[in-house]
């Protein structure tokens, strides 16, 4: 289930083929799942609800063959690693992995490995490697102290990554979190600008917002449903990571990647104390050598005075909005450690409010 089979066109600018960040040519995620044992927490042992999706920019060796990029970060209660090596460099040199709070460094380490086994000469005779690895907390309904997701998790997450359509919810990192106190999880969305000459596309992992906050396409859905399905958990993360095929630089990145958090804001929240609320954006368009022939080259960047970053700007807003009223829609109920139930949000009730606010017809 997404968002556009309630009968809905969220946003003005065209979804790509499979409205998803895979649209972007290159791109491809994979996830790993990890669904184990009943009953009350054991740490160290279970239940685990849990997982680890990766992000990967083009199907090279990213270590060699960097892309440009930039971060963002809106709320920085969290945890996140290689983005002072991004903000100074401009780049991404491995897989962008998501997955939950105490498994960041595990997690780090495998993607490490990973880079290590196909670049053997990294902190011999080439220079060190910055994993990026961001997540959510999903605690709640998982053990989280037992950390995991390690090197096999990590690895087949990566080479199992595709490009075409993702899957969406209780998938990968998004397997034990949340979205506004309903079930979340994983979901994406792209969006077209210049008759399909660029496209930009967002994958999101959600674990943010209290229910009163939750607006979908604007109807204050949320403040309707208080008494339905409550969990414990409140206000948490978001991980938001846009890609696109428009030559953008390092710098015009960082702003496509803070209008992302327009789109987060579009559903509600208001990026809370205890957040961790992180962009990440990479563009394809080009390759940066690890190695370089020359030390001058010449190369073309999208011009700023022009309609055509104000529409990439949109698409940033409408894909991550879209992309988190997806991975809403998409998940499923879940009950984890200690019987802790995330309740996924009603259907019917989400259509009735939103005919209510003439936000679909009947």
């Given at each position: 289930?997404?968002?556009?089979?309630?009968?809905?066109?969220?946003?003005?600018?065209p979804?790509?083929?499979?409205?998803?960040?895979?649209?972007?040519?290159?791109?491809?995620?994979?996830?790993?799942?990890?669904?184990?044992?009943?009953?009350?927490?054991?740490?160290?042992?279970?239940?685990?609800?849990?997982?680890?999706?990766?992000?990967?920019?083009?199907?090279?060796?990213?270590?060699?063959?960097?892309?440009?990029?930039?971060?963002?970060?809106?709320?920085?209660?969290?945890?996140?690693?290689?983005?002072?090596?991004?903000?100074?460099?401009?780049?991404?040199?491995?897989?962008?992995?998501?997955?939950?709070?105490?498994?960041?460094?595990?997690?780090?380490?495998?993607?490490v490995?990973?880079m290590?086994?196909?670049?053997?000469?990294?902190?011999?005779?080439?220079?060190?490697?910055?994993?990026?690895?961001?997540?959510?907390?999903?605690?709640?309904?998982?053990?989280?102290?037992?950390?995991?997701?390690?090197?096999?998790?990590?690895?087949?997450?990566?080479?199992s990554?595709?490009?075409?359509?993702?899957?969406?919810?209780?998938?990968?990192?998004?397997?034990?979190?949340?979205?506004?106190q309903?079930?979340?999880?994983?979901?994406?969305?792209?969006?077209?600008?210049?008759?399909?000459?660029?496209?930009?596309?967002?994958?999101?992992?959600?674990?943010?917002?209290?229910?009163?906050?939750?607006?979908?396409?604007?109807?204050?859905?949320?403040?309707?449903?208080?008494?339905?399905?409550?969990?414990?958990?409140?206000?948490?993360?978001?991980?938001?990571?846009l890609?696109?095929?428009?030559?953008?630089?390092?710098r015009?990145?960082?702003?496509?990647?803070t209008?992302?958090?327009?789109?987060?804001?579009?559903?509600?929240?208001?990026?809370?104390?205890?957040?961790?609320?992180?962009?990440?954006?990479?563009?394809?368009?080009?390759?940066?050598?690890?190695?370089?022939?020359?030390?001058?080259?010449?190369?073309?960047?999208?011009?700023?005075?022009?309609?055509?970053?104000?529409?990439?700007?949109?698409?940033?807003?409408?894909?991550?909005?879209?992309?988190?009223?997806?991975?809403?829609?998409?998940?499923?109920?879940?009950?984890?450690?200690?019987?802790?139930?995330?309740?996924?949000?009603?259907?019917?009730?989400?259509?009735?409010?939103?005919?209510?606010?003439?936000?679909?017809?009947?």
């Amino acid at each position: 289930m997404r968002l556009r089979d309630f009968g809905v066109v969220p946003g003005d600018l065209p979804p790509g083929t499979y409205n998803a960040i895979t649209d972007v040519p290159g791109v491809r995620v994979g996830h790993t799942t990890l669904i184990k044992g009943e009953g009350a927490l054991v740490p160290g042992q279970g239940p685990l609800r849990t997982g680890v999706t990766a992000i990967l920019p083009h199907d090279g060796n990213l270590y060699r063959e960097k892309v440009a990029a930039a971060v963002y970060t809106l709320n920085g209660f969290g945890k996140a690693t290689a983005f002072e090596q991004i903000r100074e460099r401009g780049v991404i040199e491995t897989p962008i992995v998501l997955t939950n709070t105490l498994n960041v460094w595990r997690a780090a380490d495998a993607v490490v490995s990973y880079m290590l086994h196909d670049n053997p000469d990294i902190g011999i005779a080439a220079a060190t490697v910055g994993p990026v690895v961001l997540e959510c907390n999903d605690g709640f309904v998982n053990d989280l102290q037992g950390r995991h997701v390690g090197v096999v998790e990590v690895w087949s997450a990566i080479e199992s990554a595709a490009s075409g359509p993702v899957v969406e919810g209780n998938v990968g990192a998004g397997t034990g979190t949340v979205c506004y106190q309903f079930k979340g999880g994983i979901g994406t969305a792209s969006r077209r600008v210049l008759d399909g000459e660029y496209t930009v596309g967002a994958l999101v992992q959600t674990n943010m917002g209290l229910r009163a906050e939750l607006r979908v396409l604007g109807a204050p859905v949320g403040k309707h449903m208080l008494e339905q399905y409550m969990p414990q958990p409140g206000a948490g993360s978001v991980i938001m990571v846009l890609a696109t095929d428009a030559p953008l630089t390092a710098r015009q990145l960082r702003r496509l990647a803070t209008r992302g958090a327009l789109g987060l804001a579009r559903t509600g929240t208001t990026s809370h104390d205890q957040s961790g609320d992180f962009l990440v954006a990479f563009s394809t368009a080009r390759r940066f050598p690890h190695t370089p022939e020359a030390h001058v080259e010449t190369t073309a960047h999208l011009h700023e005075n022009t309609r055509a970053i104000d529409l990439l700007f949109q698409a940033a807003v409408e894909s991550v909005e879209e992309a988190i009223l997806n991975a809403l829609v998409a998940a499923e109920t879940l009950t984890g450690r200690d019987g802790n139930t995330l309740h996924a949000i009603p259907h019917d009730e989400l259509r009735h409010w939103l005919r209510h606010y003439r936000v679909i017809d009947g």
